[in-house]
């Protein structure tokens, strides 16, 4: 377990940190100015879906909490947008009018690191199934 937890890290600092750098030099290339900040938003991200994997390693070890995973993500995507929305309020709500590639650029920012998650989250939950078939 620990060997799969250093490699989830390690592969989320890696997509990140490539997705960041794409993210930046496209809309550097096209001459898109982003009233977000988006290094702290993957940050945010990074921190957010590494935490969430490391806590469904250990609860997928757990019996009681074997079943519930899926209904725990469901619940952590609740919290995100909740602690997104917090901590980001000042960029997103003050910005009521944003243009369709700010609105991308953000859009952007919030799905590919979901996908991530849901990626990840599912080889986990993939490897509980394996394991009762076993």
């Known amino acids: 377990?620990?060997?799969?937890?250093?490699?989830?890290?390690?592969?989320f600092i890696i997509?990140?940190?490539?997705?960041?750098?794409f993210h930046?030099?496209?809309?550097?290339?096209?001459?898109?100015?982003?009233?977000?900040d988006l290094k702290s938003l993957y940050i945010f991200h990074l921190i957010?879906?590494?935490?969430?994997?490391?806590?469904?390693?250990?609860?997928?070890?757990e019996e009681r909490f074997k079943a519930q995973l899926g209904f725990l993500y469901l619940v952590s995507l609740a919290i995100k947008v909740f602690l997104f929305s917090i901590i980001f309020r000042k960029f997103i709500f003050n910005n009521i009018s944003f243009t369709n590639s700010q609105s991308s650029n953000l859009l952007i920012i919030i799905i590919l690191p979901i996908f991530?998650?849901?990626f990840f989250i599912s080889k986990i939950l993939k490897g509980l199934d394996a394991a009762k078939n076993d």
Do not use: D, G, H, N
């Open 48 to 61: 957010f879906t590494v935490s969430l994997s490391i806590t469904f390693l250990f609860l997928s070890v």
């Open 15 to 21: 997509i990140y940190f490539i997705e960041y750098f």
């Open 1 to 11: 377990m620990i060997r799969q937890l250093i490699t989830y890290v390690f592969v």
């Open 116 to 118: 991530f998650e849901v």
């Open 24 to 36: 930046t030099s496209v809309f550097r290339e096209f001459a898109l100015k982003s009233p977000i």
